[in-house]
């Protein structure tokens, strides 16, 4: 949601950070193009391709957007594949 009585806010990038490694640059697909206008809702999808592991990943999120304007959302999962899932 953008608070009211802030500028509308169009997210630009995204990129999703392991806690040792580089970030990754993600994808962003928004379900209304546009800015977000203060006390809209959005949504916004962040697609990321994610590198094979045997492991669960964990990620931050962070979306940048207009005017420097950021959010971040921790502890994002992947969880490790099924043995079903890795045929």
């Known amino acids: 949601m953008n608070i009211p009585g802030h ?8 990129t999703f950070a392991e806690r040792a490694g580089v970030p990754l640059r993600a994808r962003l697909v928004m379900k209304k193009p546009g800015p977000i206008f203060p006390g809209e ?3 916004v ?11 669960e990943l964990v990620f931050t999120l962070e979306v940048h ?22 045929r």
């Open 7 to 14: 500028p509308g806010w169009i997210p630009r990038e995204a």
């Open 41 to 43: 809702m959005g949504r």
């Open 45 to 55: 999808l962040a697609v990321l391709e994610v590198p094979e592991t045997e492991a």
């Open 65 to 86: 957007g207009d005017g420097g304007r950021r959010f971040k959302i921790h502890d994002v999962r992947f969880p490790k594949p099924s043995s079903e899932e890795a």
